[in-house]
């Protein structure tokens, strides 16, 4: 059994995705590498097959007809041997130090009978046309350097969350958790990280800079552009979240106030958007997202629309319009794009 299955979701990745693939062999024979290779129409399925042939104890390539970034990462997580699983995109890479250093934890975990739920490390914006860098780190919410639970948690900042490049979770509770994401949908990395959260018990943060996340290509699903022409794929994911667990049940407060601000964060940037595309059919949406909430859950409705940013995505003034803009910068900030 490996100690860590990384799922490589490959989509025409031809002239990029060798970096990623690089970066994660430095893992050696721990490392399992699932390059799934989801209906790609160039070079991809060739240099997914060309790798595996080169390292076959270690790399595995799945070729599958196109059902997204989401269908790419439950293949990975179907076909993983590993005890820890991962995602990393194809136009991303690992820091070779800081994976070392993940690697040791997990393996330390491991040998000493430990439980260990969820790794989180910081990763980086790589803003690669501007030469900007930008680290996100959690020194100021999680204990450094040692396993903790939800009890030890400190504070999130607004628009400060654990994102998909943060975390290594524990295979066997992403699929006791039922994690299924939908297919042909962007955004999914949302629920990777929500969904799960109840099942995790035991934490560790390793700050050190694993994650190295590409902005910059005009292609890249969160350009603003690209999320106002799919603003209805992020109302589907904003959906799935608020249907896919009961946090109004979560028993641990801490836990519960986060996933509260997850999900409220969520419906703002779902506003924001419906909002900017400025359709009679999408502030419709907006209207209807804010509704089916109050109807399914009520208590649910009320924690998330009586805050700050709840209201003022339903304000209709022209007061209103000036809290739309406050949460779009604040979009922008959690998405990094522009």
């Known amino acids: 059994m490996k100690l860590l299955t990384v799922a490589v979701p490959c989509y025409n990745s031809a002239a990029y995705m060798e970096r990623a693939l690089d970066s994660i062999l430095t893992g050696g024979e721990d490392v399992e590498i699932i390059i799934v290779d989801d209906g790609s129409t160039d070079e991809t399925g060739k240099i997914a097959d060309d790798y595996a042939a080169r390292y076959p104890s270690i790399v595995h390539a799945v070729h599958q007809e196109n059902g997204g970034h989401g269908e790419a990462v439950n293949t ?4 993983a041997s590993g005890i820890y699983y991962k995602v990393v995109d194809s136009d991303d890479w690992l ?7 993940a690697l040791s934890v997990l393996r330390r975990t491991v040998e000493e009978g430990q439980s260990l739920d969820l790794l989180i490390a910081n990763y980086v914006y790589e803003k690669v046309a501007e030469d900007k860098k930008k680290v996100i780190n959690y020194r100021t919410a999680l204990p450094v350097g040692k396993t903790f639970t939800w009890d030890e948690v400190r504070y999130f900042r607004q628009g400060h969350y654990i994102l998909m490049h943060s975390v290594i979770y524990r295979t066997k509770l992403l699929r ?35 994650y190295r996340y590409f902005i910059g290509r005009d292609d890249q699903s ?7 022409r799919r603003i209805d794929q992020q109302e589907r994911v904003n959906r799935y979240m608020i249907d896919c667990c009961d946090v109004m049940a979560v028993k641990n407060k801490k836990l519960q106030n986060y996933m509260l601000k997850y999900l409220s964060i969520m419906m703002t940037v779902t506003s924001v958007y419906l909002i900017k595309e400025g359709s009679p059919e999408s502030i419709a949406k ?8 109050k109807k399914k859950d009520k208590r ?16 209709k003034s022209r007061l209103g319009r000036g809290f739309v803009k406050a949460g779009y910068k604040l979009s922008k900030k959690i998405f990094k794009f522009g």
């Open 300 to 315: 649910l409705y009320k924690e998330i629309h009586d805050n700050f940013l709840g209201r003022s995505m339903n304000f």
């Open 176 to 210: 006791d958790c039922g994690i299924e994401l939908p297919k042909h949908t962007f955004y999914v990395d949302n629920i990777f990280v929500y969904q799960p959260l109840p099942f995790v018990k035991t934490m560790y943060y390793l700050d050190v800079n694993l």
């Open 76 to 79: 990975g997580l179907r076909n």
């Open 222 to 228: 969160v350009t603003e552009a690209n999320m106002i």
């Open 286 to 293: 907006k209207d209807a997202l804010w509704a089916d909430l």
């Open 95 to 101: 820091d070779e130090t800081a994976f070392a250093e």
